[in-house]
């Protein structure tokens, strides 16, 4: 937890919420940041009624013609980017959904390895008693080579 959130205890993971609530990038548009309320103005007001010149009529139909094909490509561009950032957030969500699982199994690893390193540490008991075991054996056997020694060489060392 520390590599993801920093800090040294689980109780730091609570004070990270300003982890979990900051944006992707800085520029992404969210409550706290809803972007900017700019347009796309082609030409200038006309603040008054007025005459146009043909030249001026003729460039403006060209310009309209230019600007509805633009309007065209926008609209299919933007309706790309909508497609990749559904897909980015698609991505997103399976890695973090990975990362839960690394993190969910690696519980489940570690709890294994408690639960064995239990088990070898209930065993040094008996493995304790193997070892008192051993050396009364060989505390009783050197007793009785020692008793039929005295007993075949007449109570003393010849």
């Not at 690394?102 to 065993?123: F, G, M, Q, W």
């Amino acid at each position: 937890m520390t590599t993801l959130f920093g800090g040294g205890s689980s109780k730091d993971i609570s004070t990270k919420s300003k982890v979990i609530g900051k944006a992707t990038d800085a520029t992404v548009i969210s409550p706290l940041n809803p972007g900017k309320f700019g347009s796309v103005r082609s030409t200038p007001i006309v603040e008054a009624p007025r005459y146009f010149t043909k030249e001026e009529t003729d460039a403006m139909k060209a310009l309209a013609k230019d600007k509805t094909e633009g309007a065209r490509q926008a609209k299919r561009a933007y309706k790309a980017l909508s497609r990749i950032e559904e897909a980015d957030a698609k991505v997103h969500k399976s890695h973090r959904a990975y990362e839960s699982s690394v993190a969910t199994n690696e519980l489940t690893k570690k709890r294994a390895d408690v639960k064995h390193a239990k088990n070898l540490h209930a065993l040094r008991p008996g493995y304790a008693r193997l070892g008192v075991g051993l050396e009364k054996a060989e505390t009783d056997a050197a007793a009785r080579i020692e008793a039929i020694r005295t007993k075949l060489l007449g109570g003393g060392d010849k």
